[in-house]
């Protein structure tokens, strides 16, 4: 798969992924699908451990009926048929379609919060969705050989220290084995529910949805319990729609409606087969379905499916990282290009080992899927229910749907969403709270760091010098002009940068080219490459610019000073010194500024950022760092 720039409009490109639809189908099967394929490992046993120890036809039928439907709704018709319609230049998520309508159409600080509240939460689930699959698959062994049942959690840290120890290395290469690994998992997932389907072939009178509302209404507190188990079923949902830069609307749906939505009805259908026809239900009624001589295959097919799934999730985290990162909602970290095939391949150190820690802490501390089920789904019913919150908006200004319209879906949306979460609330006291308090650590951070930010570009801001007077006092003083050009990057908008004002201060000189540069990222993706730079001269041989990025995007300076020289600006790029501020922290005398303790959290975010140099690709050998207390 290559990409190409595709433009939409006059001010964006969408990065179009190329390639024949059904190979880049097979393509998304192992990226987006991962999470949601491998949910029948654990969401049907999850069910009936909720409902009863020995389930009847009628609460077999409707916990099954309850799966059907909600895989319909939600995944089917709220995400591949409505949200994935609704993209900011092509890409989807919480973090884009925040983007799109609380910052690209006008500043709304509510919808911003939601946003990012929701990406937060994702960082939460995400925690634990390689600890419950990669459990639910090794658990299969305690089946075929119970004498291994002390040997799963070991075995299951083990493979996620490698996971996550690999990650650095990238997965180009072990990539492109990801779909077709995928297909057969969802091929035999199919077969082993046909298997099951041809026992009791009376299972599919679960379609009929009345089955599912019987049993809610008809079991008091405990089918409404139930709605928290069945979520585990669609957990994976939100992907289809945060995946859609990867690979576009099409592949997506062509996977979902060909090949994973069948194999998923399948396989539960057929896991409710085998409860109808009296097959016991302690253990995981997910492997009961494979004859016994096939069951370690089947393991190991769970197993690296698993993986899979647990991979998509953290790449999704790394990707999500750099678009806060970008957005101006985290601090700058360390992001490495893993390989040259695609932007999406990259590895964010930080956001690994730390997703890496509390995925293996959650691993052995829950011990068991079953108890993890009890921590899962909190977090990403409250993201799907901010989602729809979303697109009750778009619908409205994206689309132009009347209030009538628009109300009707997004309060079927909404009611469906809030069912489920508030299902899910009472899990917080089995382990909930460990994705809500990830979950608000993650977006107090994002928070403070915004702040911060906010407060340093005011104080920036405060004592600015207009350049006319600037150039003025240069000649009055009689300050030399050195040969060469020397670019000063600043956040400051318009008069003399203070970078340049420090630099004249300290070395008595100033070179015969200045060009001030403002780096800005958009809330879009990505920039056509004639809307990049903006360009004006202030006074002779004084240029200043504005550089335009998508949050998507990866800046380059000097590639892009190159492009200068068709604007007027003849710049040498091999005869640049780079000037950048380095700002320390401090608090306010005054009392005047953020509170102490954001102060605090701000400076140490800041001391542990990315050096800017690092951040915007310039030359280490062409870098002059000039440093300066920020007192905010």
């Excluded at 690209?104 to 937060?120: D, E, S």
């Excluded at 075929?144 to 049942?149: G, M, V």
């Amino acid at each position: 798969m290559t990409e190409n720039p595709i433009s939409t409009n006059g001010n964006t490109v969408r990065q179009g992924p190329q390639g024949e639809l059904p190979i880049l189908g097979l393509s998304a099967l192992g990226i987006v699908f991962g999470d949601i394929g491998t949910s029948p490992l654990y969401t049907f046993k999850t069910i009936l451990g909720v409902a009863e120890k020995s389930p009847d036809a009628a609460t077999a039928l409707g916990a099954l009926s309850l799966v059907l439907w909600t895989l319909f709704i939600i995944t089917t018709v709220k995400y591949v048929l409505f949200a994935m319609r609704i993209d900011n230049d092509g890409e989807g998520g919480i973090l884009a379609l925040m983007a799109l309508l609380g910052v690209k159409k006008q500043q709304r600080p509510t919808i911003v919060a939601v946003g990012l509240f929701g990406a937060a939460l994702i960082y939460g689930d995400g925690a634990i969705t390689p600890a419950i699959s990669v459990l639910s698959a090794l658990e299969g062994l305690n089946m075929a050989t119970p004498a291994l049942q002390p040997y799963v959690v070991p075995a299951a840290v083990a493979i996620l220290l490698a996971l996550f120890a690999i990650q650095s290395k990238g997965t180009a290469t072990i990539g492109h084995l990801f779909g077709p690994v995928m297909l057969i998992w969802f091929v035999a997932i199919a077969v082993l529910g046909i298997s099951g389907i041809v026992r009791h072939p009376s299972v599919f009178a679960a379609l009929n949805p009345v089955y599912g509302l019987s049993y809610l209404f008809s079991h008091g507190a405990t089918g409404f319990w139930v709605l928290g188990a069945v979520f585990l079923c669609v957990t994976g949902a939100e992907a289809l729609y945060a995946d859609m830069g990867h690979f576009g609307r099409r592949p997506i749906w062509l996977a979902w409606f060909a090949i994973v939505f069948p194999g998923l009805i399948l396989n539960y259908a057929g896991q409710t087969a085998l409860v109808l026809e009296g097959a016991p239900t302690d253990g995981n009624i997910f492997f009961r379905l494979c004859p016994e001589l096939l069951l370690l295959p089947l393991i190991v097919l769970a197993t690296v499916a698993t993986i899979i799934a647990s991979q998509s999730i953290i790449t999704g985290a790394f990707s999500m990282t750099r678009q806060a990162i970008q957005l101006g909602w985290l601090p700058r970290l360390q992001i490495t290009q893993t390989s040259s095939e695609g932007y999406g391949q990259i590895y964010v150190g930080v956001v690994n080992w730390l997703l890496m820690i509390v995925t293996v802490g959650l691993t052995i501390g829950f011990g068991k899927s079953d108890n993890l089920a009890s921590a899962y789904g909190i977090a990403v019913s409250l993201t799907m229910l901010m989602t729809s919150a979303l697109l009750f908006i778009a619908m409205r200004e994206i689309w132009g749907w009347s209030i009538w319209a628009a109300g009707v879906v997004a309060a079927f949306f909404l009611t469906v969403d809030s069912a489920f979460f508030l299902a899910n609330l009472t899990k917080i006291g089995e382990g909930g709270y460990v994705p809500l308090i990830l979950a608000v650590c993650v977006y107090g951070l994002m928070w403070i760091w915004h702040r911060g930010a906010a407060a340093v570009s005011m104080r920036m801001h405060e004592a600015l010098t207009p350049v006319p007077e600037f150039m003025a006092a240069i000649a009055a003083k009689n300050i030399p002009r050195v040969p060469g050009t020397a670019v000063f990057l600043t956040r400051t908008e318009r008069d003399t940068p203070p970078v340049m004002i420090w630099h004249v201060k300290h070395n008595r000189a100033l070179h015969a080219h200045l060009f001030v540069l403002r780096v800005e990222i958009l809330p879009v993706p990505w920039i056509a490459s004639g809307n990049r730079i903006g360009l004006e001269e202030v006074v002779p041989n004084f240029w200043r610019a504005e550089a335009r990025f998508g949050f998507m995007e990866r800046p380059h300076i000097p590639d892009l000073l190159t492009t200068s020289k068709s604007l007027g600006c003849t710049v040498d790029v091999a005869d640049i010194t780079y000037y950048v501020g380095h700002e320390t922290v401090v608090a306010r005398d005054d009392g005047q500024g953020l509170p102490a303790w954001q102060e605090r959290i701000f400076a140490v975010m800041e001391r542990n950022a990315v050096h800017v140099s690092d951040f915007f690709s310039l030359p280490n050998d062409q870098v002059v760092e000039i440093g300066r207390q920020i007192a905010i």
